[in-house]
């Protein structure tokens, strides 16, 4: 089984921790393709010479940490995971939405304004659940980011992308994959078959995007290594069995993920809606548990910034947007983007988290396992390169 990176899981890493980056994999899958003008960062075009069609899967939830807890329930990943992976970082917040769109455009989290799981519409007081989002705002204007799939259909690559059916001209989809045609699958086995066919059907350079939910929901309802996660886990084997099995001569898979996971104990949850201390001076909360943004009301800045550290003290930093911005995180981020990260932002340590218990969906509050936050468990992914 691959080794740590060499930090701890709960260590709280920087911008500028060494590695690849998430949003590096389609750059250079592009690279090996040969689409003009595509850098390869992650230096995959000479271990790929040749390879013509590419297919990159998503495991959501399959972080780095998670590689030796699942190995025993799923001997494909952990010998691939021995032997072809490396580790990448994710990006902050380490939450499906933001991955998946700097998956999908190659570039940091402040470039493409899907900063969150929940983000404030600016000049509203609407927040948007990037997952729930349909047509409103415009997918094409609140992220305005030529993603690396238009770039790879421009340059006469086949462009596929694979994930459930009910995410089909989503708000999300449209975000970070849009320039590939739409294969509806549920299930690994499903995921696997309609990635294989599109790779079978290119007649010239091929590029396939998959994506797989389960291990993720699992995770968050009954906890990382709980037995339905260890079945998941197992199911996620099958559909890389079957990928890695039925791969064209000329083709490449590349396999990684959107964050990890840290279960988070009733002990170290904090509920913002049932404590006056942390409700008073706000306008909305966004966000999620690991990842707060704070948007308040006119001059509470400093008074929320006091009456969340007294109350949260060591089990988070509570920083303005500007010193947020300042630690590079979300890479430069323009003036229409400012206003989806709150004034205020808290990011969780350790395993502790904040909820809204009575504001956010009933379920929220009630998982296992949650994400978002800068810990080197939360924002570890790994890459598996294999060839045909």
Known sequence: MSESPGVAPLTVLGPDHGGGRLADVLPSA??????????????????????RRVAVLLVDGLGWYQLPTAA???????????????PLIAGFPSTTPTSLVSLGTGVAPGAHGVLGFTVRVPGTDRVLTHTDWAADP????????????????????????????EFGGSGLTVAANRGGDFRGAAGGEAVAAAMLAALATGGGPTLVSGYHADLDRYGHVYGVD????????????????????????????????????LDVPAAHRFDLDTDPRLRAGLRLVAGEARVRYL??????????????????????????RD??????????????????????VVTCNDTYAVMASRTERPMASKLVAYHGSDTAAELTVPLLVVRG
């Open 295 to 320: 948007h308040v009301e006119p001059g509470a800045v400093d008074d929320v910034l006091a009456a969340w550290s007294e109350v949260l003290g060591d089990a988070a930093r509570v920083r303005t």
């Open 72 to 86: 025993p329930y799923a001997p494909t990943l952990a010998g691939l995971a021995a032997t072809v992976a490396r």
């Open 226 to 261: 709980s037995e339905p996660w260890r079945v998941a886990a197992t199911e996620v084997d099958t559909m890389l069995a079957r990928l890695v099995d039925g791969l064209p001569s000329d083709a490449a898979l590349l396999v990684t993920a959107d964050h990890g996971q």
């Open 323 to 344: 010193e947020a911005v300042a630690t590079g995180w979300f890479g430069p981020v323009p003036e229409e983007h400012l206003g989806r990260i709150g004034d205020v």
């Open 30 to 51: 592009l690279a090996v393709l040969g689409v003009p003008g595509s850098a390869d960062p992650l230096g995959l075009v000479p271990a790929l010479a040749g390879v």
């Open 138 to 165: 415009s997918p094409l204007t609140w992220q305005p980011i030529t993603t690396q799939l238009e770039r790879a259909r421009a340059a006469g690559v086949a462009v596929t992308v694979v994930s459930r059916p």
